[in-house]
């Protein structure tokens, strides 16, 4: 995904939306002088202020990428190991600790995590809010599909029994 809109916060500070909520992984290209920063904090949520919201991420415990920067040439990272459940990220960037100046983000990208699990089913209606309810419903099941089934990707990603309990019989009609 790319971002819907890049809102400016402060000097330094933006949030990216990118209009759907998902589990992401940050696709980030940047350039800047070695050793500034660029931190990447995912959320939900967006306050009246303009800034990320994680409350409704466990409880708004600090969750974020962070890449440093070698400096010189655009550099590219994409970070293996950590999904999010989010709708936008907050892009805080950072001087190299001489305070020089601030790097410059040239892409920032929201790779979506998901199942690799074919569809086995299909569901359509001449009723668009029933369609609607299905799209969401797939979203949730592709989003909860990382591994193991999870109860959601922005808090306890963790495999839970009852997970497989409550959710394997509608997700067996799915993938």
């Known amino acids: ?8 916060v402060t000097n330094g500070t933006s949030v990216y939306d990118f209009g759907q909520n998902a589990p992401f992984i940050a696709r980030l290209k940047v350039k800047g002088p070695v050793g500034s920063v660029v931190r990447i904090i995912p959320a939900e949520l967006i306050k009246a202020d303009g800034t990320a919201d994680r409350s ?4 708004g415990r600090p969750a974020y990428w962070q890449y440093n920067l070698a400096g010189g040439e655009s550099e590219s990272w994409f970070p293996k190991f950590f999904y999010h459940g989010s709708r936008c990220f907050q892009v805080e960037l950072k001087p190299a600790s001489d305070g020089g100046e601030l790097p410059v983000v040239e892409s920032l990208e929201g790779v979506v ?3 690799s699990s074919e569809t086995v089913g299909e569901f359509a209606c001449s009723n668009d ?3 609607r309810i299905h799209t969401l419903i797939r979203w949730a099941q592709r989003a909860n599909l ?3 089934i999870t109860d959601c990707p922005h808090r ?5 029994l009852e997970q497989y309990h409550l959710n ?3 997700i067996r009609y799915e993938f």
């Open 146 to 148: 990382v591994s193991v």
């Open 168 to 170: 394997g019989p509608a």
């Open 113 to 115: 995590i998901h199942t």
């Open 56 to 59: 409704s991420s466990g409880g």
């Open 1 to 8: 995904f790319t971002p819907k809109s890049i809102t400016s």
């Open 129 to 131: 809010l029933f369609n």
């Open 156 to 160: 306890e990603r963790l495999g839970w």
